[in-house]
């Protein structure tokens, strides 16, 4: 069992910056395919970054060159750096964890850009 707790949203203006965390337990960290997920009000779960167990990044395109993913498995800690905030990257952001057939949730932190 995978536990994961999101945590570094919060009220920034536009063209601000954050760092999210999502911070996992479990001895098999290394080994999981991490994806941050982000969910506006009123639409979809959108995908937004991810980063496998071998460091393979991919971003969506309307972060690329702002946002960047990164993990420290040795805490055990994916990250998300956010630059150039912009109003449209107002949502709940989440991370998942994922190894072979397994699948796990954060309950997300809120991410409010004001401008």
């Known amino acids: 069992q995978v536990q994961l707790v999101e945590s570094g949203g919060g009220l920034v203006p536009a063209g601000g910056s954050l760092r999210l965390s999502c911070a996992g337990s479990?001895?098999?960290?290394?080994?999981?395919?991490m994806t941050w997920y982000r969910q506006a009000p009123g639409k979809q779960r959108e995908w937004v970054a991810s980063?496998?167990?071998?460091?393979?990044?991919n971003y969506v395109d309307s972060v690329k060159g702002r946002f960047t993913i990164s993990r420290d498995n040795a805490k055990n800690t994916v990250y998300l750096q956010m630059n150039s905030l912009q109003a449209e990257d107002t949502a709940v952001y989440y991370c998942?964890?994922?190894?072979?057939?397994?699948?796990?949730w954060g309950r997300g932190t809120q991410v409010t850009v004001y401008s």
């Open positions: 998942k964890a994922a190894w072979v057939d397994r699948v796990y």
């Open positions: 980063i496998t167990s071998r460091g393979t990044i």
């Open positions: 479990g001895s098999i960290f290394s080994l999981l395919d």
